[in-house]
């Protein structure tokens, strides 16, 4: 199964699509470099991880099927996000998109070299707004190399990290949340 973590807290397209928007039209554009959805989980709000000012995100996994290898996937989503105007200026910042390869199958790639990437993604334990989402459409998941399971992971980070639940009455509100607006 590969997965990837979609996340959003700033206005693309010059302040004129909300976070929420953003992500959604993202997986239209997926569809169209090769890459079909399979399943995605419900929408999420989450505070920043490592906490800061600024504006919380919407959140949601998504797994996908692809013929693209690993790398070649990871540069369509890097393309992805460049069309909605992500610059990387540093770690932790905030994005207009941002689309993580989490796990692709077992593969396990461990970056020894600077154009390899890392499988799963290093982090993927560690951030509620992976967690949970994730544990929706692939409760059986687990760490192809340390063998700790999603679902052992949520009750963990919920105690840890701030994360709501979006029901279809409020996506709307947490556009408005994510967006200050």
Not at 18 to 38: K, N, W, Y
Request: aromatic fraction near 4%; proline fraction near 6%.
């Amino acid at each position: 199964m590969i997965l990837v973590g979609l996340g959003a807290n700033l206005r693309a397209g010059g302040q004129s699509i909300s976070s929420l928007a953003t992500c959604q039209v993202a997986l239209l554009r997926l569809a169209q470099r090769g890459v079909t959805l399979r399943r995605r989980s419900g929408w999420y709000v989450s505070a920043p991880v490592p906490s800061s000012s600024q504006d919380w995100y919407i959140n949601a996994v998504v797994a996908l099927d692809t013929r693209l290898t690993p790398a070649l996937l990871l540069k369509e989503l890097l393309s992805v996000e460049s069309c909605f105007g992500r610059v990387r200026s540093g770690r932790w910042g905030a994005r207009t998109l941002d689309l993580d390869l989490l796990a692709y199958g077992q593969v396990v790639c461990d970056g020894n070299s600077p154009d390899e990437l890392i499988l799963p993604h290093p982090r993927i334990l560690e951030r509620a707004f992976v967690v949970q989402p994730m544990a929706e459409i692939a409760p059986a998941w687990s760490h192809p190399v340390n063998g700790r399971s999603i679902k052992g992971q949520v009750a963990v980070l919920r105690r840890q990290q701030r994360l709501l639940a979006l029901s279809p009455g409020t996506l709307e509100i947490a556009g408005k949340i994510c967006n200050n607006t």
